[in-house]
């Protein structure tokens, strides 16, 4: 396979696109005190007010705690193939001088999940925190954490009901929750205790999990394939995998739930765990896709306000300017340090106004309220699977950058420098 050179930023970064893009950009998606779209409710935080810390969290001692699969959700684009490369990096960081250990991993646009669980479980961080602007996803997250067994009852009894004896009656439900929203006047809590069930019914017996409403349920309405709605929605193991939650939030090592944009997630967790900030916060951030998240989530960048633009948007992008915003916070206002994951795409790395930059570069205003100049690492990941625009048989690329020391960043055949990119990932 032969080696080529990858896409270089093509113009030098200068303030002048920095200054085009803030104010041209409108003010971020704000979700109110309640997260509410989609048929589903979710609170901004899992009680009143954000959780504190536990200073001595409580030993996990549950038994999925190392085990493979841990998430109850199944998620299109969960970079469950991703999860080792970021725990070998943070393992490394949290032995670097600058870093120390990482008492808390912040995951803005959770989704499934399956990144936390597992290097929480296995104690490469001591925390996490979930959020994402899907009130269908973060409700699921809050009553997983907060009223487990509540949850896991109720489970069991729609799967007795309704996915068991399969056909018509499962189809049936399956459009009930479909068109199921809150009704007026129901209670807060019983909303959300409903929006999560609607979200497990609907994520285990949906084509893919996709929660988006074009996707049909698993086997198709007339039920005549020979894998029918029920054949991913297994009681016990969602059982297990429930609990597993309930207990990391029982420990102390899943702090909370937030169900907000991943602005205010990552400006709220800097003055919220601001004690953390800077060397002990890291934030793993998996947006959604370039090109086809409208089609895979309820909440994607593509809804985001459009504003004229003052730089073309690259072919086939259906909303750069949200990307953008993303790319201007994490390279100009954070406070912590992140690795952010996307399926590989050249113009990521050709714009200025997306990373072009090869370190952060905050305002004179911003570095005297601590904001700092990190560098930021740019690799390539081979995963075996993934939804994105790109995947194949042989899996896809997946563009990894970081703010984490460059000295524990390496590069090698599984964490690949940009000049060892293939061909493939290229065109
Ligand atoms: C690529 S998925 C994350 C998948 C996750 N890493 C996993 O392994 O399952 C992107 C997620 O971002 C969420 N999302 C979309 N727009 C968002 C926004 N503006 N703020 C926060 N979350 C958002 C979607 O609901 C979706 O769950």
């Known amino acids: 396979m032969s080696m080529t050179t990858a896409t270089q930023p093509t113009a030098e970064c ?12 409108p003010p971020q998606v704000s979700l109110s005190a309640r997260g509410v779209t989609a048929g589903g409710i979710a609170t901004r935080h899992i009680s009143d007010l954000p959780r504190g810390i536990h200073i001595n969290p409580a030993a996990i001692t549950h038994p999925l705690a190392l085990a493979r699969y841990q998430t109850p959700m199944r998620y299109p684009g969960a970079k469950t193939g991703l999860s080792p490369v970021i725990g070998m990096l943070l393992t490394a960081a949290s032995q670097h001088r600058t870093v120390g250990s990482i008492d808390l991993l912040v995951e803005p646009f959770a989704g499934g999940a399956s990144t936390s669980l597992r290097l929480v479980g296995d104690s490469t961080v001591q925390r996490v925190l979930l959020a994402d602007a899907d009130p269908l996803v973060a409700a699921f997250w809050q009553v997983a954490a907060a009223e487990t067994d509540a949850l896991i009852t109720r489970m069991r009894a729609e799967h007795e009901q309704y996915v068991a004896p399969g056909a018509a009656g499962a189809v049936k439900r399956w459009d009930y929750w479909r068109a199921w929203s809150p009704p007026p006047g ?49 009681p016990d193991g969602l059982a297990d995998r429930i609990a597993y939650v309930g207990h990391l939030y029982a420990t102390g090592r899943l702090i909370d739930v937030w169900c907000m944009d991943w602005r205010d997630t990552l400006d709220n ?17 998996d947006p959604p896709y370039l090109r086809k998240s409208a089609k895979l989530y309820n909440t994607s960048f593509e809804e985001v306000a ?14 750069t300017l949200a990307h953008e915003q993303l790319a ?8 912590y340090r992140w690795l952010l994951s996307y399926d590989y795409d050249s113009d990521l790395l050709a714009s200025c106004l997306l990373y072009g930059r090869n370190r952060m570069n905050p305002a004179a205003s911003d570095r005297a309220d601590g904001v700092k100049s990190w560098r930021i690492s740019k690799r390539v990941v081979r995963l075996t699977y993934t939804a ?40």
């Open 14 to 25: 200068t303030g002048a696109n920095d200054q085009a893009l803030t104010s041209a950009h």
């Open 186 to 234: 129901i209670r807060p809590s019983i909303a959300r205790f409903e929006t999560a069930v609607k979200c497990l019914y609907l994520n285990r017996t949906t084509f893919s999990g996709i929660l988006h409403g074009r996707a049909g349920p698993i086997g198709g309405r007339a039920q005549t394939s020979a894998y029918g709605i029920g054949c991913r929605y297994s």
């Open 269 to 285: 967790t800097a003055s919220v765990y601001k004690t953390l900030v800077p060397d002990h916060v890291v934030a793993y951030l």
């Open 306 to 319: 459009r504003a004229p633009r003052t730089v073309p948007a690259p072919a086939g992008w259906p909303n």
């Open 328 to 335: 201007h916070y994490l390279t100009h206002k954070m406070r």
């Open 388 to 427: 994105a625009a790109r995947s194949s048989r042989n899996g896809a690329n997946e563009l990894f950058l970081t703010t984490l020391p460059s000295a524990i960043v390496p590069a090698n055949d599984s964490i690949r420098s940009l000049d060892r990119l293939d061909d493939s990932a290229r065109s």
